[in-house]
């Protein structure tokens, strides 16, 4: 990641980033895969905005720095524009990145307010990225609108990574190839600017657990482990084998993030036999992206990257601690 290229894709690995939670926990709390039963993501405990800033000023007087990550499991929108508000009524000149739900409150009315406070960047899990999946998942919301979301961004000029899983229980083959013909649609569009397939792993604290006979899973024995029992081995008879996935769609997200690949029959990454896309080949439409928009997106590449164009081998990440009367950085 550290010798990527891609501007959305260094975020992690390359600048120094000053660490803030908007919120404690999630104030969605409902996906099927995550942990909500754990206090992190059930409980919702937000800040308010004024606090926020205040934090920010903060951050900044006592190090200099004026780029932040909002280390949020899940950004919540309202809060989100009550800190971008603060943030220009206060004259600040910061950049910022965070995770958000890609949810029908981010229009693009707030991508556009986001986008004037700072907001280089933002993640979001699409998850398996079909509707009958991200209904299960609940996630609540469904592809048309994760589309808007990310267009809004886009064309608010701010860089769009996605989370990908694969592998959830009942996902067939037919809906594999669709999620990525979907994400194809995506980078086409430039809609989405990086993303990542994580292999779905179930763990005792999430709603996924629980639900195993309803899922048709069959939990496995675990084992022995010193520490703690978090991710559970589990079967699914008469399911589908997701493992002879993993290379092509990694191969495929790699060279969609490079600018390749991206008019390619999907079926042509995989070494396999895999069903026809049946997503529509036009889902994702309107990608005529103004110049203006190709402007403002060139412009926030260049200050993500921050550092020129050529990919460099960095890691530094500061932590900053809040011990009740200043900041503490960690070096
Ligand atoms: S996956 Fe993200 S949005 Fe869903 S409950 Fe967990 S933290 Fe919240």
Same mark, same amino acid.
């Given at each position: 990641m550290a010798e990527s290229p891609n501007p959305m894709h260094r975020l992690w690995s390359e600048r120094r980033w000053l660490k803030l939670a908007l919120a404690h926990g999630c104030y969605w709390h409902r996906c099927t895969f995550c942990d909500t039963c754990l206090d992190t993501i059930a409980? /919702?405990?937000?800040?308010?905005?004024?606090?926020?800033?205040?934090?920010?000023?903060?951050?900044?007087?006592?190090?200099?720095?004026?780029?932040?990550?909002?280390?949020?499991?899940?950004?919540?929108p309202a809060l989100l524009a009550a800190v971008a508000r603060r943030i220009l009524d206060r004259g600040l000149e910061v950049e910022w990145w965070t995770n958000i739900r890609f949810e029908r409150h981010f229009t693009p009315a707030l991508?556009?307010?986001?986008a004037r406070s700072g907001c280089l960047a933002v993640t979001g899990g699409l998850e398996c990225a079909t509707d009958r999946l991200l209904a299960l998942l609940r996630?609540?919301?469904?592809?048309?609108?994760?589309?808007?979301?990310?267009?809004? /961004?886009?064309?608010?000029?701010v860089l769009v990574h996605a989370y990908l899983m694969y592998g959830y229980p009942t996902q067939t083959a037919q809906e594999t190839v669709d999620a990525l013909e979907l994400v194809r649609?995506? /980078?086409?569009?430039?809609?989405?600017?990086?993303?990542?397939?994580?292999?779905?792993?179930?763990?005792v604290h999430s709603p996924a657990f629980r639900a195993a006979d309803q899922l048709g899973i069959r939990i496995l024995e675990t084992p022995p482990t010193a520490f703690a029992r978090n991710e559970v081995p589990f079967g699914e008879p008469g399911g589908e084998d997701p493992a002879p996935f993993a290379a092509g769609l990694r191969r495929a997200v790699y060279n969609f993030m490079h600018g390749e690949g991206l008019r390619a029959d999907v079926r042509s990454w995989f070494e396999f036999p895999v069903p026809r896309p049946k997503l529509a080949r036009g889902f994702v439409r309107a990608p005529q992206i103004t110049s203006a928009t190709a402007t403002a997106k060139a412009r926030t590449s260049a200050s993500a990257a921050g550092l020129g164009s050529q990919p460099r081998i960095r890691c530094r990440v500061s932590m900053l601690v809040w011990n009740g009367s200043s900041f503490n950085t960690t070096p």
């Open positions: 409980r /919702f405990d937000p800040a308010d905005a004024k606090t926020v800033v205040g934090w920010m000023e903060a951050a900044m007087a006592q190090t200099g720095e004026r780029s932040f990550h909002f280390v949020d499991e899940a950004a919540p991508a556009d307010l986001l996630k609540g919301f469904d592809l048309a609108q994760a589309t808007r979301v990310m267009a809004a /961004f886009a064309r608010a000029g649609q995506l /980078f086409a569009a430039s809609f989405l600017d990086s993303a990542y397939w994580h292999r779905f792993a179930l763990t």
